[in-house]
T-cell receptor
Framework: DAKTTQPPSMDCAEGRAANLPCNHS???????VYWYRQIHSQGPQYIIH???NNETNEMASLIITEDRKSSTLILPHATLRDTAVYYC????????????FGSGTRLLVRP | DADVTQTPRNRITKTGKRIMLECSQT?????MYWYRQDPGLGLRLIYY???????NKGEISDGYSVSRQAQAKFSLSLESAIPNQTALYFC????????????FGPGTRLTVL
């Protein structure tokens, strides 16, 4: 599975968009990009995943570059409850089970 | 009720004691996982099970064992606990669909003195 690189921390103002980058330059064609978040020692929570097209759901949007070497998770209107550690994970889509968690990005949403 | 439950939520024990952490799920998923998390770090996979008769080692299985008693139950045992097994332990489940996301329990905070 490809390795990911994320900034250790970021912050944004409440109500503004939070844009969390992830570099996965060694990603291969059959690997998807997943995002999870963990709010203060709770169990991680799935946010979104994608292969090559941009994806949007009720929580966030995922923008994947055309070469698929990087992606950005967008929280369009961040709230204080979005303060969490965000993990970008790349994994294969065969029978692979693995979620390999790095150290993630700690997002602080400021009032 | 929560879909994935873990018991106990907190446990303090002594070196050399045998400890069992339990996980139950009501999601009807066939796959279950045990992870540990150390302070400031991401989660690491200990064991996983794709069905009742399937058990597989993860990244860091040494010092741990598991039992899949039923589709809904997956237990993690520390046969002889040691202080560096002090960590936050998470159970997770997923179904066998191709794009499966994992659903995590609330975690068990284990301290080994």
């Amino acid at each position: 599975d490809a390795k990911t690189t994320q900034p250790p921390s970021m912050d944004c103002a409440e109500g503004r968009a939070a844009n969390l980058p992830c570099n996965h330059s060694t990603i291969s064609g059959n690997e998807y990009v997943y995002w999870y978040r963990q709010i203060h020692s709770q169990g991680p929570q799935y946010i979104i995943h994608g292969l090559k097209n941009n994806e949007t759901n009720e929580m966030a949007s995922l923008i994947i570059t055309e070469d698929r070497k990087s992606s950005t998770l967008i929280l369009p209107h961040a709230t204080l409850r979005d303060t969490a550690v965000y993990y970008c994970i790349v994994r294969r889509m065969d029978s692979s089970y693995k979620l390999i968690f790095g150290s993630g990005t700690r997002l602080l949403v400021r009032p | 009720d929560a879909d994935v439950t873990q018991t106990p939520r907190n446990r303090i024990t002594k070196t050399g004691k045998r400890i069992m952490l339990e996980c139950s799920q009501t999601k009807g998923h066939d796959r279950m996982y045990w992870y540990r998390q150390d302070p400031g770090l991401g989660l690491r996979l200990i064991y996983y099970s794709f069905d009742v008769k399937d058990i597989n080692k993860g990244e860091i299985s040494d010092g741990y064992s598991v039992s899949r008693q039923a589709q809904a139950k997956f237990s993690l045992s520390l046969e002889s606990a040691i202080p560096n097994q002090t960590a936050l332990y998470f159970c997770a489940t997923s179904d066998s669909a191709q794009y499966n996301e994992q659903f995590f329990g609330p975690g068990t905070r284990l301290t080994v003195l």
